[in-house]
């Protein structure tokens, strides 16, 4: 698929509700502070699309912790199963319409999850002194691959994440644009169902061609593995944009998301 940069909004719109999903592939064990009440999380995702206000979260300290059966290369299926746009008619965002061509067409892409030693020893990061043998995402990796999925090889140049912390990252696109993601909070829970769901809240900042951008990106997610390997593992992610306060109708939008996009996602095992 190629699209043209045409302005922040629509890249931010575009990128950001895609890139946020491998930026951060949330999930699974969470083993610092973050836990949700039991079945907050699940709630959320069974009430779609009544959403009112951003999922109440805690700060976010370190990364993402994985179980071991995701460490790994995954081919994974990306599916928009449904959009909804809350607010209508009144408030619609740019780009929403547009996303409607991608309803029910399956996009492929390439992740992996590494051990956090061998990934910081990748990227010249001394590990913390108490750090375990814990399976994180391959953020630059993971990104880059779902961005180019989206947009193209050369709109997309690099992502990187930044060596202080893994909840800062930036995706550079062609013409000197830029796309700046930074996790906010998150929230952890595991169900009855052996399911597990998380939530983070994200910061997007789209800089170049023209007035910087800003918005804000809440993204819930449930993974649940499976007894086949075709696929492995399963997951539901519903994606919720709001809008920041520059916007005109940011007060009329109140708390609400003025946009939600719902996920089907399969992981299927690459060799290594």
């Given at each position: 698929?190629?699209?043209?940069?045409?302005?922040?909004?629509?890249?931010?719109?575009?990128?950001?509700?895609?890139?946020?999903?491998?930026?951060?592939l949330?999930?699974l064990?969470?083993?610092?502070?973050?836990?949700?009440?039991?079945?907050?999380?699940?709630?959320?995702?069974?009430?779609?699309?009544?959403?009112?206000k951003?999922?109440?979260?805690?700060?976010?300290?370190?990364?993402?912790?994985?179980?071991?059966?995701?460490?790994?290369n995954?081919?994974?299926?990306s599916?928009?199963?449904d959009?909804?746009?809350?607010?209508?008619?009144?408030?619609?965002?740019?780009?929403?319409?547009?996303?409607?061509?991608?309803?029910?067409?399956?996009?492929?892409?390439?992740?992996?999850?590494?051990?956090?030693?061998?990934?910081?020893?990748?990227?010249?990061?001394?590990?913390?002194?108490?750090?375990?043998?814990?399976?994180?995402?391959?953020?630059?990796?993971?990104?880059?691959?779902?961005?180019?999925?989206?947009?193209?090889d050369?709109?997309?140049?690099?992502?990187?994440v930044?060596?202080?912390?893994p909840?800062?990252?930036?995706?550079?696109?062609?013409?000197?644009?830029?796309?700046?993601?930074?996790?906010?909070?998150?929230?952890?829970?595991?169900?009855?169902?052996?399911?597990?769901i998380?939530?983070?809240?994200?910061?997007?900042?789209?800089?170049?061609?023209?007035?910087?951008?800003?918005?804000?990106?809440?993204?819930?997610?449930?993974?649940?593995?499976?007894?086949?390997?075709s696929?492995?593992?399963?997951a539901?992610q519903?994606?919720?944009?709001?809008?920041?306060p520059?916007?005109?109708d940011?007060?009329a939008?109140?708390?609400?998301?003025?946009a939600?996009?719902?996920y089907?996602?399969?992981?299927?095992?690459?060799?290594?």
């Amino acid at each position: 698929m190629i699209m043209k940069i045409i302005s922040g909004r629509k890249i931010l719109l575009m990128i950001g509700i895609r890139v946020i999903w491998s930026f951060y592939l949330i999930v699974l064990f969470l083993l610092i502070s973050g836990n949700a009440t039991a079945g907050q999380l699940a709630e959320r995702l069974a009430n779609f699309p009544q959403w009112e206000k951003i999922q109440s979260v805690s700060p976010a300290i370190g990364d993402l912790v994985y179980p071991d059966w995701m460490e790994g290369n995954w081919q994974v299926k990306s599916t928009l199963i449904d959009l909804v746009a809350p607010l209508a008619p009144n408030i619609v965002t740019p780009g929403f319409e547009g996303n409607r061509q991608y309803l029910n067409q399956p996009t492929d892409f390439q992740v992996r999850f590494v051990q956090e030693k061998k990934l910081f020893s990748s990227l010249k990061i001394i590990p913390h002194r108490d750090s375990k043998s814990k399976v994180v995402a391959d953020r630059a990796f993971n990104s880059l691959n779902l961005a180019r999925a989206y947009l193209n090889d050369s709109t997309v140049l690099s992502v990187k994440v930044d060596p202080e912390s893994p909840n800062r990252q930036i995706t550079f696109l062609r013409g000197d644009r830029r796309l700046i993601s930074i996790v906010t909070g998150r929230s952890t829970e595991t169900t009855y169902d052996d399911k597990f769901i998380a939530t983070e809240a994200f910061q997007q900042l789209f800089k170049g061609g023209g007035r910087p951008y800003f918005n804000f990106v809440e993204s819930t997610t449930a993974y649940h593995q499976l007894q086949t390997s075709s696929p492995a593992v399963e997951a539901t992610q519903v994606t919720a944009v709001y809008l920041s306060p520059q916007e005109p109708d940011y007060f009329a939008a109140g708390s609400r998301p003025v946009a939600l996009y719902r996920y089907r996602l399969e992981f299927f095992p690459r060799g290594n």
